[in-house]
């Protein structure tokens, strides 16, 4: 029977114990037979229906219905939402992308603005609009000028009055008639109500697509996460990259607030980019849209394959920074360190830059390192070549008789000390799994996290694994049976 591992983190001392007569080669043959080959899906393109709609409207809130689980970040108050961010939904076995956008607003100037523009840039590229309108406000000038823009587009729109949440409020939803866009189909995004009807309308005017098939093997582009404090860049170098406006950008740190995703090519291959929320020096103190922002990029690191941890390296290092990167590693994701804003640095800066590098981020050695600039572009082009050099690391396997054969070699040349008179010996080795590499070390004592961080050091010496953390689990051999774990 296959023994269950357990992750390992440095100085953890905790171990688990097996049998004496457990059966190596049997359990290393039954790891090397899996597949660790990754499947490539094929792209299939899905029609796209666009979330529109005046600010506070409930919008995020119906895209949450739709979806069927928090998704995207709600809060009671106008403008959570600012970028235009793309989810995939399915209905009655059909598939489509939908997009939630900002609340649309005319004659504003600054963030507001280039929130309308996502908004718009949102209609022009969808298959489908599905406006939203507050039934319990009824008409506005607002949703008149949307409807103006709607127009212009000449897309199919499907008229959503939200918080219709009893039959006194449907008597309300039936003046949006007055909008000339057709049936206004009642709905409360909150509690469901009517959302049934407003999806089957929805798939009236969307082009048909193909249908939803369970149990389709996983891939399609890498997942890059863009991570790091708020306003170190993480937008403006998505922006570069896209070669558009395609993320708001503004001064005002915390200006994401929903991981947004965008198809890149680069490099000859087609990346998955995901900007997320800054992470804030301390989550659990922030509320409200902040909090589940944070919240969403947590999962937005653990959905990724790699994460590209964003510093500014014309400012000092910060524990925040640290902590990121910490956080990255222990989610076993693969890691490249970009030192932003380049651009902004002199000679000084650079000297002190590489002593603060040397003490803090001695733990992370192993990860690739790119000097860029997202406001000017500058070196952007050396990301890809890191990004594939990460991955490489993450999905590296090592055989498990050349392991053992190099893990025999080093205990022979650097043997466990002495501990309470006794020296503990490693058995057997195997690599339990890749994407991240972790590996089950058969020992006949404890080994002090001082030697397994040896060991760790020494596998990538010989091995690389760049880019990548590396989890190191540890068995004892069991002398009694009637020991309990």
């Known amino acids: 029977m296959q ?28 790891l090397d037979s899996e597949d660790w080959s990754r499947v490539d899906g094929e792209a299939v393109r ?29 809060q009671d108050v106008p403008g959570v939402t600012r970028d235009r961010v793309s989810y995939d939904a399915h209905w009655n076995g059909r598939r489509f992308t939908l997009v939630d956008t900002g609340g649309w607003e005319r004659d504003v100037e600054g963030m507001a603005k280039a929130v309308a523009f996502q908004a718009e840039a949102a209609i022009n590229a969808a298959d489908a609009v599905l406006f939203v ?7 506005t000038d607002t949703d008149e000028a949307v409807v103006r823009v709607l127009r212009r587009s000449g897309k199919p729109v499907v008229l959503a009055a939200n918080k219709v949440d009893d039959q006194r409020t449907e008597a309300e939803a039936a003046a949006l008639w007055n909008l000339g866009l057709g049936e206004p189909y009642a709905v409360s995004a909150l509690h469901g109500r009517g959302s049934g009807d407003l999806l089957d309308a929805v798939l009236d005017v969307l082009p048909e697509t193909p249908k939803l098939r369970f149990g389709e093997p996983l891939g399609g582009p890498r997942r890059v996460a863009l991570v790091g404090k708020p306003n170190v860049g993480k937008s403006s170098l998505l922006n570069k990259l896209a070669g558009e406006e395609r993320v708001v950008v503004d001064p005002t740190a915390g200006t994401t607030r929903d991981p947004v995703d965008e198809l890149i090519d680069l490099g000859g291959k087609t990346w998955r980019f995901v900007d997320t929320a800054g992470i804030r020096r301390r ?7 902040d909090f589940y922002a944070s919240l969403r990029t947590q ?31 222990e989610a076993g994701r693969a890691l490249v360190i970009a030192y932003n804003k380049w651009d902004l ?3 000084e800066r650079r000297f002190y830059l590489e002593r603060e590098i040397e003490r803090d981020l001695v733990q992370v050695r192993w990860a690739p390192r790119v000097n860029l600039a997202a406001r000017t572009g500058r070196h952007v082009d050396k990301l890809v070549p890191a990004l594939e050099q990460a991955l490489a690391g993450w999905e590296t396997r090592i055989p498990t008789a050349k392991l053992n054969a190099f893990l025999g070699t080093l205990v022979a040349e650097h043997p466990h000390p002495l501990r309470s008179g006794k020296q503990p010996r490693i058995l057997f080795a195997t690599q339990a799994s890749t994407r991240p590499p972790r590996f089950v070390l058969f020992a006949s004592g404890f080994l002090e996290s001082g030697y397994r961080r040896f060991i760790e050091r020494r596998l990538r010496e010989e091995f690389g694994f760049t880019g990548s953390p590396i989890q190191i689990s540890v068995k004892v051999r069991q002398k009694n049976r009637d020991r309990k774990k």
């Open 345 to 347: 640095m002199d000679e």
């Open 46 to 74: 899905l029609p796209v229906l666009a979330v529109v709609g005046r600010p506070n409207v409930g919008k995020s809130t119906l895209v949450n219905r739709i979806l069927g689980r928090r998704e995207a970040v709600v």
């Open 133 to 139: 309108v507050d039934a319990t406000v009824g008409i």
């Open 299 to 329: 999962s937005a690191i653990e959905k990724a394959e790699v994460a590209v941890v964003l510093v500014d390296a014309s400012d000092t290092l910060t524990e925040q920074d640290l902590r990121i990167i910490s956080m990255v590693a």
């Open 3 to 30: 023994p269950e591992t357990e992750d390992y983190n440095p100085g953890d001392a905790g171990e688990e114990y097996f049998e004496a007569d457990f059966d190596y080669e049997a359990y290393a043959e039954e």
């Open 283 to 289: 989550v659990h103190q922030t509320y409200g849209a």
